[in-house]
């Protein structure tokens, strides 16, 4: 089971950039994935989460109407479209498998995670 | 702010039995399941505890976590110099709909 990220990279303060993350190792289209970043010596932070379907995402309120996440089965590959890009969004981002197929909100954990990809937002 | 709350450090030597707490509220901790990752330098997070005290198949068995109302706390056992991580707790927030996680405990084995 392994999570690749990629997409990382400088941007600009307003500039964008899109993340992909490669997944192989296990039935991808069964599972809910998740973007989680690490700020620069910071702690971990949630950021969004999609469905085996896509028919339920969510986002943290910081890159709600900035931020996408979206991903093809076919190709066994999540992405997260990143738009407006502030300082602040400055991180490593890993994205992370619900473990479980099917669980309810709080009843899954993540696992695995991929390595990360870094994004810097600077001028 | 981290929406649960954490020591910044902890330490211990070889053998010794350390223990991380985390502190919640009612809307997450409270209700929901707790989930401890280990970070070890310059790594990916990984999963050490499901489910406030589950371990995943296999090791880590100096590893164990317990939940007691609000908070929870993660122990180890015959602390080994390659414990030296960032530990997190994690958990669902029923109020703000999303994941939150602890701001992180720096264990450094002296």
């Known amino acids: 089971v392994q999570l690749v990220e990629s997409g990382g990279g400088l941007v600009k303060p307003g500039g964008s950039l899109r993340l992909s993350c490669a997944a192989s190792g296990f039935t991808f289209s069964r599972h809910s994935m998740n973007w989680v970043r690490q700020a620069p010596g910071k702690g971990l932070e949630w950021v969004s989460s999609i469905s085996s379907t896509a028919t339920s995402i969510h986002y943290t309120d910081s890159v709600k109407g900035r931020f996408t996440i979206f991903r093809d089965n076919a190709k066994n590959s999540l992405y997260l479209q990143m738009n407006s890009l502030r300082a602040e969004d400055t991180a490593v981002y890993y994205c992370?498998?619900?473990?479980?197929?099917?669980?309810?909100?709080?009843?899954?954990?993540?696992?695995?995670w991929g390595q990360g990809t870094l994004v810097t937002v600077s001028s | 702010q981290s929406v649960l709350t954490q020591p910044p450090s902890a330490s211990g030597t070889p053998g010794q039995r350390v223990t991380i707490s985390c502190s919640g509220s009612s809307s997450n901790i409270g209700t929901n399941y707790v989930y401890w990752y280990q970070q070890l330098p310059g790594t990916a997070p990984k999963l050490l505890i499901y489910r406030n005290s589950q371990r995943p198949s296999g090791d880590r068995d100096r590893f164990s976590g317990s939940k007691s109302g609000t908070s929870a706390s993660l122990a180890i056992s015959g602390l080994r110099s390659e414990d030296e991580a960032d530990y997190y707790c994690a958990a669902w927030d029923d109020s703000l709909s999303r994941w939150v996680f602890g701001g992180g405990t720096k264990l450094t084995v002296l």
């Open positions: 992370a498998r619900d473990f479980i197929e099917v669980a309810g909100p709080g009843l899954n954990w993540f696992d695995p």
